[in-house]
């Protein structure tokens, strides 16, 4: 029997009710680790901890909002005892994502930097991005002196079922990843995504 990556492993996953976030609560949870799911998504996430059981857990959180960090991280510590991993998962996509800078919105873009770069297709959306890139560049040099590793994923468009997104707009965006992509007749899942966080969150690979 392989050995289980996380084992006692005690991970945060923002983002965790559904598409990468939940596929990686899934990943983490076989892997060993009592996983906390962070989400405002209530309904969504306190299903999946209810349905893997006692190991994995949920707490309503939204990332954009500095006091639900806090009780997010005590009550996960209060809980378990430590923190070992911290996938910051969670974001938001400005819907549609189609249009030139000049159509978005102060009050838009103001949100979307909140919540996928200080909570950690479009030009908004974008910026947040390469903001995540230049925040683990500092990060990493900045946190490793104590020990803790600091990564990042980005990987290319992953078709999920995406808030705002109709089905409609989900085969659109599947058929232009397809059409788009440098390896063709593939499709990136969460899945694929949630396997490479499992990677760098483990540190079998650094033994």
Excluded: W
């Excluded at 959180?61 to 209060?78: K, Q």
């Amino acid at each position: 029997m392989s050995q289980k990556r996380l084992e006692n492993k005690v991970a945060i996953i923002t983002g965790g009710a559904s598409g990468i976030g939940a596929s990686a609560v899934h990943v983490f949870h076989e892997n060993g680790a009592k996983v906390v799911i962070a989400d405002i998504q209530d309904s969504q996430g306190q299903a999946i901890a209810n349905n893997l059981g006692e190991n994995v857990s949920f707490i309503h959180c939204d990332v954009s909002n500095e006091d639900d960090i806090c009780n997010l991280i005590n009550a996960t510590v209060s809980k378990h005892g430590k923190l070992d991993i911290m996938y910051n998962n969670a974001g938001i996509m400005d819907v549609p994502a189609i249009g030139g800078i000049l159509d978005a919105k102060k009050s838009d873009l103001e949100k979307m930097f909140e919540v996928n770069l200080m909570g950690l297709a479009s030009h908004s959306y974008a910026a947040t991005k390469y903001g995540i890139l230049g925040l683990v560049k500092n990060l990493t040099p900045d946190l490793g002196q104590y020990g803790i590793r600091v990564n990042c994923i980005s990987p290319y468009g992953v078709v999920t079922s995406f808030p705002g997104i109709t089905e409609e707009q989900r085969s659109i965006v599947e058929l232009n990843l397809s059409n788009m992509g440098n390896l063709k007749g593939e499709i990136l899942k969460p899945e694929c995504v949630a396997k490479a966080a499992l990677y760098l969150a483990s540190t079998k690979q650094i033994m």
